[in-house]
């Protein structure tokens, strides 16, 4: 018994490392990725320079969202036209 925990105590421990690597940190984003994501927030009606601080949360989440969808949409597209399907047609 004394051996099962030696052991299983040593495995966590190799294993530690291995798990905390297993995820790389996300890289802070630059300026030109911050100023394209607003670029799209803005063409989806986003305006910032609008100074209604009263719908802000309600107006930023309504551009992300039609953000999200246009991305979805797209990589719904290109899914579809690289799927092996519409290679054969």
């Known amino acids: 018994?004394?051996?099962l925990v030696c052991i299983t105590f040593a495995a966590c421990g190799l294993a530690a490392p291995i798990a905390a690597f297993?995820?790389?940190?996300?890289a802070p984003l630059t300026r030109a990725q911050v100023?394209?994501?607003?670029?799209r927030?803005?063409?989806?009606?986003?305006?910032?320079?609008?100074?209604?601080?009263?719908?802000y949360p309600a107006n930023?989440?309504?551009?992300e969202a039609k953000v999200a969808a246009e991305?979805?949409?797209q990589l719904s597209v290109t899914r579809s036209d690289s799927?092996?399907?519409a290679l054969v047609q």
């Open 1 to 3: 018994m004394k051996t």
């Open 22 to 26: 297993a995820v790389p940190p996300s």
């Open 35 to 39: 100023q394209v994501e607003l670029m």
């Open 41 to 55: 927030l803005e063409k989806a009606g986003y305006t910032p320079s609008a100074g209604d601080e009263a719908d």
């Open 60 to 63: 930023i989440q309504a551009a």
């Open 71 to 73: 991305r979805a949409k």
């Open 83 to 85: 799927s092996p399907a």
